[in-house]
């Protein structure tokens, strides 16, 4: 995904990994410490499941990007332009981001399933009358 210069400002405003970080301590959590999503606002838990899935799907594409990058830098690993420090690095940073997304995933979907019957208050325009 390509951003043009005018649609970089949006990007910025929208911070999902932020919002969803300032979200979470918002659950309730049960005494056995498990999230009572019964007892959460149905707008809260659709903001964080928005948020959970748009990161999770950022962080798997910069996985698959990394991991092409990775495979096409074997050669200057090889002739010593990178060092194999590097690519340990990048496997241990590519191993937490991938931990990351498998851990939002039964979060999304607890928000969607307990969300399911949820639907927004939507106030119907009322038509004029003409005489």
Not at 1 to 22: I, Y
Not at 44 to 71: F, K, N, P, R, Y
Request: glycine share 6%; with cysteine; hydrophobic share 50%.
């Amino acid at each position: 995904m390509k951003l043009e210069p005018k649609h970089a400002g949006d990007a910025l405003a929208h911070r999902p990994a932020r919002r969803l970080l300032q979200l979470l301590p918002l659950l309730v959590a049960t005494p056995g410490q498990v999230v009572g999503y019964a007892h959460v606002e149905p707008v809260l838990l659709e903001q964080i499941a928005d948020d959970a899935d748009v990161l999770m799907a950022t962080l798997q594409m910069g996985v698959s990007a990394v991991g092409q990058l990775m495979a096409h830098a074997a050669p200057e690993v090889e002739d010593g332009t990178f060092s194999s420090d590097i690519v340990e690095a990048l496997g241990w940073f590519l191993s937490e981001v991938s931990e990351l997304s498998f851990t939002l995933m039964p979060l999304i979907a607890s928000c969607r399933q307990h969300n399911a019957d949820y639907a927004p208050f939507e106030p119907e325009s009322i038509q004029p009358v003409f005489f």
